[in-house]
C-alpha cells in the first residue's frame, strides 16, 4: 500500500521536481497546482502574448491552457517535459484564437503576416528608487516591446521563446515542432529585424542615459549645502 504524501507548504513544494507535482496533482493536491502555475505562468503568458500580442487575450489563453491541462493530466506521459507540454497547449489554444480571426493561420504561414503593434508590458526587475533612471529603463524596455511586437509572427514566437524567455534552440525547436535549424536561421532574421527598429528609435531614448536629477540631485545638492554650512 502507498504512503500517504505529506501536505507541503508553497515554500516546500518549490523544492518538489515536476513528476512528484504531477503526482500530487493527479491526487488533488491544490498546493502542486498552485506551484506549477507559479513556477510556468510567466513562460506560458510571454508565449501566448507573442502569438496573440494582446494582455487581455493572453492572460486568458494562459488560464484555458491549464484548465485543459490540468483537466486531462492524465495524458501526460512524461515524453516531454511538464513544461515543453503544457507550452505546446498554451501555443495551441493561442493559435486558435488567431484562427477563429483568420482561419487560414498555423505556425509554418505565419510569414510577413504583420499586424498593428501594441507594447508588451513585462514586469521590470528593478527596484531602484530613483524616478529618473526608472522611467529610462521603462522607456528602453518598451522599445524592445514595441520593436518584437512588430515581428512576423514567424519570427515573433521564435524571438520571444529564445531571447525573451531564454529557451534553447532545441527546447524551442520542441514546443513549436521545428528543425533547430529553422529555429537558428529565424532567430537570426528576427534579431536583425529588432536591431534595425531599435536603431531608429534609440538615440532619443539615449538622451535620458545616466540620469542625474530626482533624488540623487537632491542628496548632492543638501550635502554640499550642508558641507558649507548653508541651509539646503
Same mark, same amino acid.
Given at each position: 500500500?502507498?504512503?500517504?504524501?505529506?501536505?507541503?507548504?508553497?515554500?516546500?513544494?518549490?523544492?518538489?521536481?515536476?513528476?512528484?507535482?504531477?503526482?500530487?496533482?493527479?491526487?488533488?493536491?491544490?498546493?502542486?497546482?498552485?506551484?506549477? +502555475?507559479?513556477?510556468?505562468?510567466?513562460?506560458?503568458?510571454?508565449?501566448?502574448?507573442?502569438?496573440?500580442?494582446?494582455?487581455?487575450?493572453?492572460?486568458?489563453? $494562459?488560464?484555458?491552457?491549464?484548465?485543459?491541462?490540468?483537466?486531462?493530466?492524465?495524458?501526460? *506521459?512524461?515524453?516531454?517535459?511538464?513544461?515543453?507540454?503544457?507550452?505546446?497547449?498554451?501555443?495551441?489554444?493561442?493559435?486558435? *484564437?488567431?484562427?477563429?480571426?483568420?482561419?487560414?493561420?498555423?505556425?509554418?504561414?505565419?510569414?510577413?503576416?504583420? +499586424?498593428?503593434?501594441?507594447?508588451?508590458?513585462?514586469?521590470?526587475?528593478?527596484?531602484?528608487?530613483?524616478?529618473?533612471?526608472? +522611467?529610462?529603463?521603462?522607456?528602453?524596455?518598451?522599445?524592445?516591446?514595441?520593436?518584437?511586437?512588430?515581428?512576423?509572427?514567424?519570427?515573433?514566437?521564435?524571438?520571444?521563446?529564445?531571447?525573451?524567455?531564454?529557451?534553447?534552440?532545441?527546447?524551442?525547436?520542441?514546443?513549436?515542432?521545428?528543425?533547430?535549424?529553422?529555429?537558428?536561421?529565424?532567430?537570426?532574421?528576427?534579431?536583425?529585424?529588432?536591431?534595425?527598429?531599435?536603431?531608429?528609435?534609440?538615440?532619443?531614448?539615449?538622451?535620458?542615459?545616466?540620469?542625474?536629477?530626482?533624488?540623487?540631485?537632491?542628496? $548632492?545638492?543638501?550635502?554640499?549645502?550642508?558641507?558649507?554650512?548653508?541651509?539646503?
Amino acid at each position: 500500500m502507498e504512503q500517504a504524501r505529506e501536505p507541503l507548504n508553497d515554500f516546500g513544494l518549490a523544492a518538489v521536481d515536476d513528476a512528484e507535482l504531477v503526482r500530487r496533482a493527479l491526487a488533488r493536491d491544490g498546493g502542486a497546482f498552485r506551484a506549477i +502555475m507559479k513556477k510556468y505562468n510567466q513562460r506560458l503568458y510571454r508565449l501566448a502574448r507573442g502569438i496573440v500580442r494582446n494582455d487581455s487575450e493572453a492572460e486568458d489563453i $494562459v488560464q484555458e491552457a491549464y484548465v485543459r491541462a490540468f483537466t486531462h493530466l492524465e495524458d501526460f *506521459r512524461g515524453d516531454a517535459s511538464l513544461v515543453t507540454w503544457l507550452s505546446r497547449i498554451a501555443i495551441n489554444e493561442a493559435l486558435g *484564437r488567431l484562427r477563429s480571426r483568420r482561419p487560414s493561420v498555423d505556425l509554418l504561414t505565419f510569414e510577413a503576416q504583420g +499586424m498593428q503593434a501594441e507594447v508588451i508590458q513585462f514586469p521590470l526587475p528593478s527596484k531602484s528608487d530613483d524616478p529618473e533612471r526608472t +522611467m529610462a529603463q521603462r522607456q528602453l524596455l518598451q522599445l524592445v516591446e514595441d520593436a518584437t511586437d512588430k515581428l512576423p509572427e514567424v519570427y515573433r514566437i521564435v524571438f520571444v521563446a529564445r531571447v525573451i524567455e531564454g529557451l534553447s534552440v532545441e527546447e524551442t525547436a520542441e514546443i513549436l515542432h521545428l528543425r533547430p535549424e529553422t529555429v537558428k536561421t529565424r532567430l537570426h532574421r528576427a534579431r536583425r529585424l529588432v536591431r534595425e527598429q531599435l536603431d531608429k528609435q534609440i538615440g532619443p531614448v539615449l538622451m535620458d542615459a545616466f540620469p542625474f536629477a530626482g533624488r540623487r540631485c537632491e542628496r $548632492v545638492t543638501a550635502a554640499v549645502l550642508h558641507r558649507l554650512g548653508l541651509p539646503d
